[in-house]
């Protein structure tokens, strides 16, 4: 997904419309934060921002050298990431309203 210019501008009108230039008439119908929110946009900075912290811990390469004991390794370390990040992770509670 491309990151579009503020002054960008469609190409050719008499030509069909490409994905560009539909997420521009989506930007100008809708406005950039709706066209975010459609699109999914931020989701590939999560996913980065994940793998980034799985590397970290990790390391950026498997240790096993067959299929099925690189499949064990990787679901283990995910297995390992995941409880690390739940032990992190706060309790929230609902507060039913605040008496003062």
């Known amino acids: 997904m491309a990151i579009l210019r ?16 539909r997420h521009l008439a989506m930007m100008t119908e809708r406005g950039r934060p709706a066209w975010q929110l459609a699109n999914n ?3 590939r900075a999560l996913v980065e921002t994940t793998m980034a912290g799985y590397k970290a811990l990790v390391g950026p390469r498997l240790r096993a050298r067959g299929f099925e004991a690189q499949q064990t390794e990787a679901a283990i370390s995910v297995a390992v990431l995941n409880r690390m990040l ?9 507060c039913q309203g605040i008496v003062t």
Request: proline share 4%; aromatic share 4%; net charge positive.
């Open 41 to 43: 946009y931020g989701k």
């Open 86 to 94: 739940a032990a992190g992770r706060q309790a929230s509670v609902l």
């Open 6 to 21: 503020a002054a960008a501008e469609t190409r050719d009108k008499d030509a069909a419309p490409t994905q560009r230039d």
